[in-house]
Structure formats: structure tokens, C-alpha cells
């Protein structure tokens, strides 16, 4: 019994520290790694609490229930803030625009399959992630007819296709060690930033390092820009991870999902191409991933995702109105 009780204590303590999204220990590679499964440890807390009060012999025990309940409660606070509705985005007028960011997967690329997915969900302004310049190109040719305006990015694997004339366009790493794209277009007659991103994925200490420059790069350059402004991509942070919430933080910019809902990006793929034996275990991750941040001045209507199509990344979409 007595060993019974330090596991119980040992698990509770923990779910209670992990349920602390914006933590200090979440700064470090190995918790932000841990922190992925931020909403299975929510299950599980879930699953505890309701042991301890229906199980016969985990019954009485009032301090684990107390401290699970205060773990839980964590836990539904975060999750739930992301349904609960913003004012600004009550508010009426502004000129609408769809925006949408699409990790592609250059390895499991079909550019017929890629280009009906972009005319099955038509977007005002489309950024991928991922596509070499060839595959690039050949969507290009597919879906000109929607897109009159394209820059590829020089740098990053980056590419952005628009329906309004894009003004300007550069590649900038702003002294980080990665890449991003740069554009200013013209929408109803004003100019509207857009930048795409895709950071290192924090894979080990070094790539961790990597994304949390290119992250605090972008963020100081952000918070200097006047105009209205939209930041997309692959970010390579979970919408809970200390990272981002700090991104954000900085750049005084807001996640277009707050008050819209969660939306897992990542991990969907079910061909037998990108499901090799090595990522089985893939396929029972679910995390959001790929992600779309507007400046004060944009308001957010509706966030939703579309279909994989061949890639491991759900698109993400946004209705804005500038």
C-alpha cells in the first residue's frame, strides 16, 4: 500500500507540473519534447481523478483527489481558452481574405493531387511549406488561372501564391540560422504583410536552439512593422509550447485559433509511402503544428483544416478580414 501511494503521489505531482503550459522548465529540449503529449497527459489526469473517486481501494485518499482535481483544472483552463469566443473578432466591416498554409511534404509530393486540393479549397493568398523548386513550379502552371501572383522564397523552401499583386517579396534570415519569406501585398488598394515560416523542428538540442533564434529574430522584427500583418507556416511548436506562447508574446502578435478552436495539423498521413514501419507510431499523434498569427488590426472569422491529400500535414485555414 505504502508503495502503492508514492506512485500515485509521484504520477499526480508530475501530471500537476506537465499541466503548467507556460512553466519555466518548459524552456528546456527535454520537457518541451515531453510537453507534445500536453493533451494526453490532460486524459490521463482525467482518467486518475475518476480512479480515485470510483476505484474501491484509491477511494479516501482526499489529498491525491484535491491535487489531481488542481491539475485538471490546469488543464481544462488552457484547453478551453482556446474556444472561448474573442471580442475583436465580433466586431463587423473590413475587407475579407482567406488566407491558408500547407506543409506539402516534398518526399511525398504528387503535384495533381496537391493542385485539386488547392482548387477544392480556394484561398486568397496559399503558402507552402516544404516544395522544392520543381515541385513548386509545376503547381504553379496547375493553379495560375487561381494564383496570378508567385515568389519563391530563395532560401527555406518556401512559397507563396496570391490573387492580389504582390508588391514586394524578399528572403531574409534576419541574422537566425533559417530562412523565411517576405511579401507585401496590395489588398483593396492598402498594403498587407505576409510572411511565411517553417523554424527547425527541435529534433535534438541543436535544432531547438536553432528554432528559439529564428523564432526571437522573427518576433523583434514583427513588433517594429505598422502595417497589418499575417505570419504563416510550419512553426514546428505545438499551440501549447512555451515557444510559441513567448513568439507571440513578443511580436504582440495572436494565434488566428484563439477563440476558434485546437486544429492538429500533425500527424495524418495514412499511405503506405509516408507511413513506413519506422512512423507507425505517428499516427497516434495529433498536434497542431502549422499555425497562423494576424496582427491587432485583422480579425479572425473562422479557423478550419482540409484533408492531408498526400502529405503528413493537415492545411490550415483562416477567414480574415483585414
Given at each position: 500500500?505504502?508503495?502503492?501511494?508514492?506512485?500515485?503521489?509521484?504520477?499526480?505531482?508530475?501530471?500537476?507540473?506537465?499541466?503548467?503550459?507556460?512553466?519555466?522548465?518548459?524552456?528546456?529540449?527535454?520537457?518541451?519534447?515531453?510537453?507534445?503529449?500536453?493533451?494526453?497527459?490532460?486524459?490521463?489526469?482525467?482518467?486518475?481523478?475518476?480512479?480515485?473517486?470510483?476505484?474501491?481501494?484509491?477511494?479516501?485518499?482526499?489529498?491525491?483527489?484535491?491535487?489531481?482535481?488542481?491539475?485538471?483544472?490546469?488543464?481544462?483552463?488552457?484547453?478551453?481558452?482556446?474556444?472561448?469566443?474573442?471580442?475583436?473578432?465580433?466586431?463587423?466591416?473590413?475587407?475579407?481574405?482567406?488566407?491558408?498554409?500547407y506543409n506539402v511534404n516534398y518526399q511525398l509530393w504528387?503535384?495533381?493531387?496537391?493542385?485539386?486540393?488547392?482548387?477544392?479549397?480556394?484561398?486568397?493568398?496559399?503558402?507552402?511549406?516544404?516544395?522544392?523548386?520543381?515541385?513548386?513550379?509545376?503547381?504553379?502552371?496547375e493553379v495560375q488561372d487561381l494564383y496570378p501572383h508567385?515568389?519563391?522564397?530563395?532560401?527555406?523552401?518556401?512559397?507563396?501564391?496570391?490573387?492580389?499583386?504582390?508588391?514586394?517579396?524578399?528572403?531574409?534570415?534576419?541574422?537566425?540560422?533559417?530562412?523565411?519569406?517576405?511579401?507585401?501585398?496590395?489588398?483593396?488598394?492598402?498594403?498587407?504583410?505576409?510572411?511565411?515560416?517553417?523554424?527547425?523542428?527541435?529534433?535534438?538540442?541543436?535544432?531547438?536552439?536553432?528554432?528559439?533564434?529564428?523564432?526571437?529574430?522573427?518576433?523583434?522584427?514583427?513588433?517594429?512593422?505598422?502595417?497589418?500583418?499575417?505570419?504563416?507556416?510550419?512553426?514546428?511548436?505545438?499551440?501549447?509550447?512555451?515557444?510559441?506562447?513567448?513568439?507571440?508574446?513578443?511580436?504582440?502578435?495572436?494565434?488566428?485559433?484563439?477563440?476558434?478552436?485546437?486544429?492538429p495539423t500533425w500527424y495524418y498521413a495514412s499511405s503506405?509511402?509516408?507511413?513506413?514501419?519506422?512512423?507507425?507510431?505517428?499516427?497516434?499523434?495529433?498536434?497542431?503544428?502549422?499555425?497562423?498569427?494576424?496582427?491587432?488590426?485583422?480579425?479572425?472569422?473562422?479557423?478550419?483544416?482540409?484533408?492531408?491529400?498526400?502529405?503528413?500535414?493537415?492545411?490550415?485555414?483562416?477567414?480574415?478580414?483585414?
Amino acid at each position: 500500500m505504502i508503495l502503492l501511494n508514492l506512485i500515485l503521489w509521484i504520477v499526480t505531482i508530475t501530471l500537476l507540473g506537465l499541466s503548467l503550459a507556460t512553466a519555466w522548465w518548459y524552456k528546456f529540449w527535454l520537457f518541451e519534447i515531453i510537453g507534445t503529449g500536453y493533451l494526453w497527459f490532460a486524459g490521463a489526469t482525467l482518467l486518475l481523478w475518476v480512479s480515485l473517486f470510483l476505484v474501491k481501494p484509491l477511494r479516501r485518499k482526499r489529498s491525491l483527489q484535491i491535487v489531481s482535481a488542481i491539475a485538471l483544472l490546469f488543464y481544462a483552463q488552457f484547453t478551453l481558452s482556446w474556444y472561448i469566443p474573442k471580442l475583436q473578432d465580433m466586431k463587423a466591416g473590413g475587407t475579407p481574405l482567406t488566407a491558408m498554409t500547407y506543409n506539402v511534404n516534398y518526399q511525398l509530393w504528387e503535384t495533381a493531387a496537391i493542385a485539386q486540393l488547392i482548387k477544392d479549397y480556394p484561398a486568397d493568398i496559399l503558402s507552402l511549406v516544404e516544395p522544392t523548386q520543381e515541385q513548386a513550379a509545376e503547381l504553379r502552371d496547375e493553379v495560375q488561372d487561381l494564383y496570378p501572383h508567385y515568389y519563391r522564397a530563395t532560401g527555406g523552401n518556401l512559397s507563396l501564391f496570391s490573387r492580389y499583386p504582390i508588391k514586394s517579396a524578399k528572403t531574409d534570415n534576419l541574422k537566425s540560422p533559417q530562412h523565411s519569406l517576405f511579401a507585401t501585398l496590395e489588398i483593396a488598394g492598402k498594403p498587407v504583410q505576409v510572411i511565411v515560416v517553417r523554424p527547425p523542428a527541435p529534433q535534438n538540442k541543436s535544432y531547438f536552439n536553432r528554432r528559439k533564434q529564428v523564432l526571437r529574430a522573427l518576433a523583434a522584427y514583427v513588433k517594429q512593422q505598422k502595417t497589418p500583418l499575417i505570419v504563416m507556416g510550419d512553426f514546428n511548436t505545438t499551440a501549447w509550447s512555451f515557444y510559441l506562447h513567448e513568439f507571440t508574446q513578443r511580436s504582440r502578435l495572436r494565434n488566428a485559433a484563439a477563440g476558434h478552436g485546437l486544429h492538429p495539423t500533425w500527424y495524418y498521413a495514412s499511405s503506405a509511402k509516408a507511413t513506413p514501419s519506422t512512423h507507425k507510431f505517428f499516427q497516434f499523434i495529433k498536434i497542431p503544428l502549422d499555425h497562423i498569427l494576424v496582427s491587432s488590426n485583422i480579425r479572425v472569422e473562422q479557423v478550419t483544416t482540409a484533408p492531408p491529400s498526400v502529405s503528413d500535414h493537415r492545411p490550415l485555414i483562416a477567414r480574415l478580414r483585414i
